[in-house]
């Protein structure tokens, strides 16, 4: 389960805790096919645009309000087509 996920579905069920150590963290992606470049361009525009007028980390706060496991920053230091 991602990190994310666990922790909201963790505190929506009162008869579950987290125990242990985290297994291994991995950032998420948005899938696109290798063939479709003219899309993949396009996403990574309109996440530049989001990350740049403050909506990305408006939904992030709301949706994920513990500190995230990466900045922004060290997410956008590898380009996409490389990860």
Same mark, same amino acid.
């Given at each position: 389960? #991602?990190? /994310? $996920? &666990? /922790? *909201? %579905? +963790? #505190?929506?069920? =009162?008869? &579950?805790? $987290? !125990? /242990?150590?985290? *297994?291994?963290?991995?950032? *998420?992606? !948005? +899938? +696109?096919? @290798?063939? =479709?470049?003219? %899309? @993949? #361009?396009? !996403? =990574? $525009? !309109?996440?530049l645009e989001i990350i740049k007028d403050g909506t990305w980390q408006m939904f992030y706060d709301r949706w994920f309000p513990d500190p995230p496991p990466w900045t922004i920053e060290e997410m956008l230091a590898e380009s996409p087509a490389n990860r």
């Open positions: 389960m #991602d990190w /994310g $996920a &666990h /922790g *909201l %579905f +963790v #505190d929506d069920y =009162d008869a &579950h805790r $987290a !125990i /242990g150590n985290v *297994l291994s963290s991995e950032p *998420l992606a !948005i +899938v +696109v096919s @290798r063939s =479709d470049l003219d %899309f @993949r #361009d396009e !996403i =990574d $525009a !309109i996440l």
